[in-house]
């Protein structure tokens, strides 16, 4: 069974950083179009950010330009979320996700999703 493991969430004052890490025991990261997507309360879970197989590339949703980064590793098979000048509205469950398709020119939905972790809660207190 394919376990898709996500660390480094935590609770951070507006205007601070974390990052979340991602890594999947048993599945070759490297193999995979990677993204990060969120979900908070009572909304539809979204696209963040997402990066092709070999890293060369990189999509961000439009509320996280410039403030957020994501990168791999794949000798270490790890995906990364930089989050910088976070905002409460930042609140939500992140959610590391592997998809077999490739990324073209528009973030992955989550139907397109062949892998989920299991969440890591970022909580922004103003």
């Known amino acids: 069974q394919v376990q898709v493991v996500e660390s480094g969430g935590g609770l951070v004052q507006a205007g601070g950083s974390l990052r979340l890490s991602c890594t999947a025991p048993?599945?070759?990261?490297?193999?995979?179009?990677m993204g990060w997507f969120r979900q908070a309360p009572g909304k539809e879970r979204e696209g963040v950010a997402c990066?092709?197989?070999?890293?060369?590339?990189?999509l961000y949703a439009d509320s996280v330009k410039g403030r957020f980064v994501i990168s791999r590793d794949n000798a270490k098979n790890t995906l990364y979320l930089q989050m910088d000048s976070l905002k409460p509205e930042d609140t939500a469950m992140y959610y590391c996700?592997?998809?077999?398709?490739?990324?073209?020119?528009?973030?992955?939905?989550?139907?397109?999703?062949?892998?989920w972790g299991q969440g890591a809660q970022v909580t922004v207190d103003s």
């Open positions: 048993g599945l070759t990261l490297a193999d995979y179009t």
């Open positions: 996700a592997a998809s077999s398709r490739l990324l073209l020119f528009r973030l992955l939905t989550a139907h397109e999703i062949d892998y």
């Open positions: 990066i092709t197989m070999s890293g060369s590339r990189t």
